[in-house]
């Protein structure tokens, strides 16, 4: 079975910058896993931020940018703001089938 | 504005079947999109359940594929989820999705109904 593994918990201070990642069980994440990463917040559903690696939405925050950093796939947030405090998942593509990843319950302190 | 609203039974006992759909207005789930079910436990993670195209493909998780069926009515502008075989860990918050061109997944999100399995 595929796992795809976040860190748990990241803290940040406000204004700071901080990278969450996302590795596969599989080996190294590439391109064509096609990245995407999604914000959740208490009582919301989630809110699509990055698809395929690197690519913004309209709506997404100039401040989150997506990348590939060594093995895996990686959201970078500068200048982080209160309301970015979340959970961030991420979830790659595996041919048929999409896995999400446990998610990164983000602080901002 | 495209907008997804879950509806269903909040309640499905153990062993029977949960069936949820999934109504799409401001577009046509006729489109060039496809269109997901993702489900998040209480107090979990999100899990992926599966996808449909809008031509009636299917990809489903492997560890639901057995007990799921996943299909669009277009005439109803509608997609639908069905889990046979309900236990207490099918118990979650249930989201339609739709996907866009270039994998780009999620772009549209309902708000989710939370479906409990319990007698």
């Known amino acids: 079975q595929t796992v795809v593994t976040q860190e748990p918990s990241l803290t940040v201070s406000p204004g700071g910058t901080v990278t969450l990642t996302c590795a596969s069980s599989t080996g190294a994440v590439t391109s064509g896993y096609y990245p995407n990463w999604f914000q959740q917040k208490p009582g919301q559903a989630p809110r699509a931020l990055i698809y395929s690696t690197n690519n913004k939405h309209s709506w997404t925050p100039a401040r989150f940018s997506g990348s590939l950093l060594g093995d895996k796939a990686a959201l970078t947030l500068s200048g982080v703001q209160p309301e970015d405090e979340a959970e961030y998942y991420c979830?790659?593509?595996?041919?048929?089938?999409?896995?999400f990843g446990g998610g990164t319950k983000l602080t901002v302190l | 504005q495209v907008q997804l609203q879950e509806s269903g039974p909040g309640l499905v006992k153990p062993s029977g079947t949960l069936s949820l759909t999934c109504a799409v207005s401001?577009?046509?789930?006729?489109?060039?999109?496809?269109w997901s079910w993702i489900r998040q436990p209480p107090g979990k993670g999100l899990e992926w359940i599966g996808e449909?195209?809008?031509?009636?493909?299917?990809n489903y998780n492997p560890s639901l594929k057995s007990r799921l069926t996943i299909s669009l009515d277009k005439s109803k502008n509608q997609l639908s989820l069905t889990l046979s075989s309900v236990t207490a860990a099918d118990t979650a918050m249930y989201y339609c999705?739709?996907?866009?061109?270039?994998?780009?997944?999620?772009?549209?999100w309902g708000q989710g109904t939370l479906v409990t399995v319990s007698s």
């Open positions: 999705a739709r996907n866009s061109p270039n994998y780009c997944q999620g772009d549209y």
């Open positions: 449909v195209s809008h031509s009636g493909i299917t």
């Open positions: 401001g577009g046509s789930i006729s489109g060039r999109y496809w």
């Open positions: 979830l790659l593509y595996y041919g048929d089938a999409w896995v």
